[in-house]
């Protein structure tokens, strides 16, 4: 195509299954990568994509509406397509064109056990999203448990087989990448797919039979939910839709009728229309291809090259129209293979004017016109019965009877393509011999119905007011393709004619017309696929099978015409320039090198008569023994090299084998072989001469390199042998010099080791002279202190009881002070308008308090449910307490009888050893002793005692009794117990400390004072030292040998117990407390007193009383003044402190008296 500027054809064709899809896609592959340019961008977008990545992305669209699985093959193609590729001047791929041929539409509505419908159905079954789904209206609850694609009707019938290439989720992912690299947008995507589910959702409407108004039995849609979901999905009408399937029009003289459809007919209408619409969808799916991959301008495309995909021949148990179209392009395909292989030979060998013979080849031009011939063929009688009123298969088959075989017996037709015997004739069976073999087809199959194809008015309607662009879009490709005007009747009418709907076989007879035109107006190239074998399995061949294929497709015929013709031809000039090379010898006088001048079949002819003549030479020289070895004296250097080669067989092929038209030389294969065996050998000798020379020239290059690098290898290893021996000089005197230092290091070391060793022995005896006299102070210094604390303890006893005596004495006088003031109505007086005061100073205090009532809301909310938490974990922390005590217990009882255990086995031991003693000393006496010696012995001889009560040991004549053995694994187990529970009680105990450090903190926010974390920590207790703190609260006096009264902030190492200050919020430590935690109440107190005017009502508080003195012992070394905060006024209070009380048991408080806090041991009260 390159050379010649002329367009090329490749037809492929092959059984169903043998591969020509595949065949298709390889020949694509290689021309579209042949003509597409280099490509500058790597960017993966539509405008960057290469025609060749276009086209190529077409076949995964076609091939998933196009294509099914048969009982043959995975992926057969259920359509034809012829695929022009375009290319310019330069050779660069401009664009394709698409054109197809007969959709299998009839597989949309059946397709036999073990088959599939087309891959898009499944593709989309299998391979949507869940989102997808929702919006197709693919429930998987209404299949009853079946898959979707066994579940739909036209896509169950074969029991939707998986397949075994490729997954069909795989599948929808390769189409839809492929609809947008055609520049589809993902809106156009989904309708055409929304459009695929339609027509499943309309292959599952059923009817039901209901009686009209003139009692006739009418379809009526059985589930109105299922037409609903196929309209929105198709884009149609839905009372339109409902009327397509149930009604149809009948148009006689103008007038329309309206007829309504049985539930049986409503089937087939629903079929139809599906069928119309899937073939529409297809064909603009085909246009949208096209309108992508094609040429802008048909003035740029200098050649072409076409590849014919079309179906293979078939031969099933019942064939029908389908296959009737497909076997009659097989039968095209082959009247052309025979006229271009073996008419065209034949053709041009007259036309060079050649000795030839000519070869008989099956011609199957009678099958053809048995076919396809007007007015008697079968297709035409077929379209002749369908233009009858009337028509049916029947009346089809039985003309066809009465024009093949009209004569009565007879079965075959003149010409032998046609026949039918009488069983098949009552069957409406008819026979067609093609060229790969007889055919039976059933007319009753629907051959009219199929044929006509016409769209029903309802369905016209229905897809012309569409609301869906996309169908009224889809519809009008399909009425371009089956309406048109014929020649004859616009020749008739001028023009004017109404368009006139051609059938099926019609259409197809010009698309095949026209791709033949088209195939003759280029140079046809033809790959036979063939099929090892039915079963589609791998390593497996039929030689049967392969030998049927090879005869039927003419391949046979075709070798044989090659073998008998003259296979090679060459121009006279190309056959010169190729072969006057094997006569480098002869001298140009005899035989030019040069064609000027010269006839060019002359010239050929004498170069043939010189071969053999050189080659009867040789022959006649090997037969006569001449040394034709190269050490012959005289040859020249290439003659030498020709020899040393491995010589080809001498020419001596018959003259005959060749013969010279009148522009071309036609070889036979051997006399091709001969010549072409010497070219080479020719070409080798003079490449080996060539390289000779090129060798000698590198090795002499490279003599001169590797000579200047001896030299250069020389002179540096002269100079390293020199530095070498310089090296060497100077590691002698390295040597020396590291030989002294060795030495002096040994010897450092030595003295090193002899030194340590002298030390640690010092220090040693001294360490242990030193430990013997700190002993010895220490001894010391623990007597003086225990007399000392002796001294202390007597002189704190007799100061405690000192201070009692003292205490009693004042408190006496001062109650009878308090008696005799009570007496004293001046003094009443006084402290009465003392009371009216505080009363009034009490009314203002409540009136700002009333403020921070709505804080305190909130704050006592939160302290609620801090309290609750509180109270949960104080029963955890009970439980585990109480848990952990009954494991102790258990531990401790298992340790006491571990122990008594050891001392029984002991005890054991000690009997059983001074038994053996005694057996051995009686052992040892030589004579037995007197019966009286015996007696008395067993008379002292003890009883065997009794084991005493509570398991107390045994003495040495008791008996040894067998207690139960203690298992140590289970005491260990128990003591792990303990410590598991041990580290839950601290945690528990951890949280029952965070929650009140809140609660501290929230009551103190109350009372409007902030707390830092300090005075937090300090007001609490370690959860490590609340042991038994909850249960009791005890007072201990504070001496001055427990408590360090620095200022230091450690913390006490007492257990404190904890009670609740309700006035405060405080979390308070009632007994002895470190005087840090003393400071931190102090600190707290000051800050309240600061906010409150009047100090003489600070007893409305509430302290708690041990708070008290613990807050006066811990400040009382500081001053005096310090404890004015706690003096009280005396003067409103009745003689035995009865008020007081009152108010602090109305704080609903468990606190002590005022007495017991004056009576106190350890508090230094001030009565001022």
């Known amino acids: 195509m390159a050379e010649q500027r002329k367009s090329q054809s490749i037809l492929i064709s092959g059984e169903s299954g043998a591969g020509k899809t595949e065949s298709t896609k390889i020949v694509m592959l290689y021309l579209t990568t042949l003509g597409s340019p280099m490509k500058d961008s790597d960017e993966p977008g539509l405008e960057d994509m290469s025609v060749m990545e276009r086209v190529l992305q077409s076949n995964p669209i076609l091939e998933a509406f196009g294509n099914a699985k048969t009982l043959r093959n995975d992926n057969s193609s259920r359509f034809g397509k012829f695929i022009e590729l375009g290319f310019s001047r330069s050779g660069t791929l401009l664009g394709a064109k698409v054109q197809t041929y007969l959709l299998e539409k009839v597989r949309l509505a059946f397709h036999a056990s073990g088959e599939r419908n087309y891959h898009i159905f499944y593709q989309v079954l299998r391979g949507a999203t869940e989102e997808q789904k929702k919006k197709y209206d693919f429930h998987d609850g209404l299949t009853g448990g079946l898959e979707l694609a066994n579940y739909f009707h036209f896509t169950g019938q074969g029991g ?10 795989e599948g929808l992912s390769y189409t839809v990448k492929a609809m947008k690299s055609m520049g589809w947008d993902d809106e156009k995507v989904d309708k055409v797919l929304a459009v695929t589910a339609g027509l499943m959702h309309l292959g599952q409407i059923q009817f039901n039979a209901e009686e009209n108004e003139g009692g006739q039995e009418v379809a009526a849609v059985a589930d109105i939910k299922t037409l609903n979901s196929a309209a929105r999905l198709l884009g149609v009408d839905v009372d339109k839709l409902k009327v397509a399937l149930t009604e149809r029009i009948l148009v006689t003289r103008g007038d329309a009728i309206t007829i309504q459809l049985s539930p049986n007919k409503a089937m087939d209408a629903r079929d139809s229309l599906a069928k119309t619409l899937y073939g529409a969808l297809f064909l603009w799916i085909v246009d949208q291809v096209n309108i992508c991959i094609g040429w802008e301008d048909d003035s740029e495309v200098r050649s072409s090259t076409g590849v014919l995909d079309i179906f293979g021949f078939e031969c099933f148990a019942i064939n029908s129209f389908e296959q009737l179209c497909i076997n009659f392009t097989n039968e095209a395909l082959q009247q052309q293979f025979n006229k271009f292989i073996f008419k ?104 009219m119905e199929k044929n006509k194809d016409e769209i029903p ?7 012309e007011t569409a609301p869906s662009e996309l169908i009224r879009d889809v519809f009008a490709c399909q009425v371009r393709e089956t309406e048109g005007m014929n020649d004859s009747s616009k020749a008739a009418t001028g023009g004017g004619a109404t368009p006139k709907s051609k059938t099926v076989g019609q259409q197809f007879k010009e698309q095949l017309a026209n791709l033949m035109i088209a195939v003759e107006k280029t140079e046809p190239h033809y790959i036979r696929c063939l099929k090892p074998n039915d079963a589609s399995k791998p390593n497996l061949l039929t030689r049967k099978r392969l030998t049927e294929q090879l005869r039927y497709g003419g391949v046979l015929e075709a070798v044989r015409v090659a073998r008998m013709g003259y296979p090679v031809r060459l121009g006279h000039s190309a056959f010169y320039q190729r072969y006057r090379m094997l006569l480098p010898s002869v001298p140009d006088q005899i035989l030019p090198w040069s064609m000027d001048g010269g006839g ?15 080659g009867a030479k040789h022959i006649k020289a090997l037969a006569e023994g001449v040394d034709m070895s190269p050490n012959v004296p005289g040859l020249t250097r290439a003659e030498k090299i020709r020899r040393m080669q491995r010589q080809p067989a001498p020419i001596g092929f018959p003259k005959s084998d060749t ?43 490279r003599f001169l390199l590797w000579s200047d690098a001896a030299l250069m290898a020389q002179r540096w290893y002269r100079g390293c042998t020199g530095r070498a021996r310089w090296w060497r000089l100077r590691e002698a005197v390295a040597n020396q010099l590291l030989t002294n230092n060795l030495r002096m290091q040994i010897h450092r070391k030595k003295y090193n080791c002899m030194r340590r060793g002298t030390v640690q022995l010092q220090a040693a005896y001294r360490g242990h002279a030193m430990r013997r006299v700190l002993a ?59 009371l009216k005061l505080e009363m009034a100073s009490l009314k203002a205090m409540l009136q700002a308090q009333a403020k921070g009532d709505a804080n305190k809301k909130e704050n006592t909310e939160a302290i609620n449910a801090k309290q609750q938490i509180i109270s949960k974990l104080e029963k955890r922390v009970a439980e585990l307490e109480a848990e952990l005590e009954r494991e102790k217990a258990i531990v401790q009882k298992l340790e006491q009888d571990m122990e008594t255990q050891k001392k029984r086995t002991a005890l054991q031991l000690e009997l059983l050893q001074k038994q053996s003693e005694k057996m051995q000393r009686n052992l040892l006496l030589t004579a037995p002793a007197s019966p009286k010696s015996h007696s008395s012995h067993s008379a002292r001889s003890p009883k065997p005692a009794s084991r005493t009560r509570g398991g107390a040991p045994l003495s040495p004549g008791e008996n040894v009794v067998i207690h139960e053995v203690v298992n140590p694994e289970l005491l260990v187990e128990h003591k792990a117990m303990v410590a598991q529970l041990e580290q839950e009680l601290e945690k528990e105990r951890k949280f029952r400390n965070d929650a009140d450090s809140e609660i501290i903190k929230l009551r103190a926010a109350m009372s409007g004072v902030n707390l830092n974390e300090s005075d937090v920590a300090a007001l609490l207790v370690s959860p490590s030292k609340t042991q038994d703190s909850f249960s009791q609260p005890r007072l201990e006096p504070m001496h001055e040998s427990q408590e360090s009264y620095s200022d230091s902030d450690d913390e006490d190492e007492g257990p404190p117990s904890l009670s609740w200050s309700t006035s405060l919020g405080l979390y308070l430590c009632p007994e002895t407390c470190h005087r840090t935690r003393a400071l931190a109440i102090f600190r707290l107190y000051s800050s309240l007193l600061s906010m409150i005017k009047y100090r003489h009502i600070f007893l409305l508080l509430a302290f708690n009383a041990v708070t008290l003195c613990s807050v006066a012992f811990a400040l009382r070394r500081r001053s005096a003044s310090m404890l004015a905060m706690f003096t009280l006024d005396w003067s409103f209070m009745c003689d035995d402190g009865s008020c007081v009380d009152s108010i602090l048991a109305d704080s609903s408080l468990n606190l002590m008296s005022l007495n017991d806090f004056i009576d106190h041991d350890d508090i230094f009260v001030d009565q001022n």
């Open 457 to 463: 008015l309802t369905a016209k309607n229905l897809f």
């Open 160 to 169: 939707a087989p998986q397949l075994r290439e490729f997954t069909d989720e």
């Open 600 to 614: 060019a079949q002359k010239l050929c002819i004498k170069l043939v008569d010189v071969l053999l003549e050189e």
């Open 344 to 447: 065209m030979e034949q053709a041009e060998y007259e036309s060079e004017e050649i000795n030839w013979a000519f070869i008989a080849f099956p011609d199957n031009q009678d099958c053809l016109d048995t076919i396809q011939q007007k007015k008697i063929g079968i297709l035409a009688i077929l379209d002749d019965e369908c233009r009858l009123p009337k028509g049916s298969d029947k009346n089809f088959a039985e003309r066809l009877y009465k024009n093949f075989i009209p004569n009565t017996g007879q079965v075959e037709s003149e010409n032998t393509r046609f026949s039918a015997k009488p069983v098949q004739k009552s069957r409406s069976i008819f026979c067609v011999r093609h060229f790969a073999g007889v055919v039976q087809y059933t007319a009753v199959t629907g051959f």
């Open 659 to 701: 013969q010279l038209g009148l522009s071309k030389v036609f070889m036979r294969k051997p006399a091709h072989d001969a010549l072409e065996s010497h070219r080479v050998f020719h070409q080798h000798a003079s490449a080996t001469f060539m390289q000779c020379w090129i060798k000698g020239m590198q090795q002499r290059r």
């Open 776 to 834: 010895t102070i220490k001894i010391q210094s623990m007597s003086r202190m225990c007399k000392r604390r002796s001294i202390y303890r007597r002189l704190k006893s007799a100061t405690i009881a000192l201070q009692c005596a003292l205490r009693c004495k004042m408190a006496k006088k001062v109650l009878h002070s308090f008696k005799g003031e009570q007496k004293d109505i001046g003094k009443l007086k006084q402290n009465n308008d003392k």
